[in-house]
């Protein structure tokens, strides 16, 4: 069974930082995109960051962008979001998703596989 499972999440101070991991079973992750979403209560899903399958090519959302870094070690199967300078505006359950090809990088429903996420809480 491919699945996809977050880790990482938890409570930090305004300021703090967090790196989160996505890590694949089923499924040899170097060959997709993978992107980094975030839904906080009563909001949409929000695109946050995704990476190309190489890593040679990353995007990020304008309200992350200098803040949160997007990266992958093929070899571990696994993807990571470091998050620097954190908010409490990016409290949120954060998941990861993976798609064929890096197009429409910021667009969810171009993803295919999606993992059940973990909370980030920012406390100011």
Known sequence: QVQLVESGGG???????????????GRT??????????Q???????FVA????????????????????????????????QM???KPEDTAVYSCATKRVFVAA?????YELWGQGTQVTVSS
């Open 11 to 25: 409570l930090v101070q305004a300021g703090g930082s967090l790196r989160l991991s996505c890590a694949a079973s």
């Open 29 to 38: 992750l170097s060959t997709y995109a993978m992107g980094w979403f975030r």
């Open 40 to 46: 906080a209560p009563g909001k949409e899903r929000e």
């Open 50 to 81: 995704a990476i190309s399958s190489s890593g040679g090519f990353t995007h990020y959302a304008d309200s992350v962008k200098g803040r949160f870094t997007i990266s992958r070690d093929n070899a571990k199967n696994t993807v990571y979001l």
């Open 84 to 86: 620097n300078s954190l």
């Open 106 to 110: 910021w667009v969810g429903s171009t």
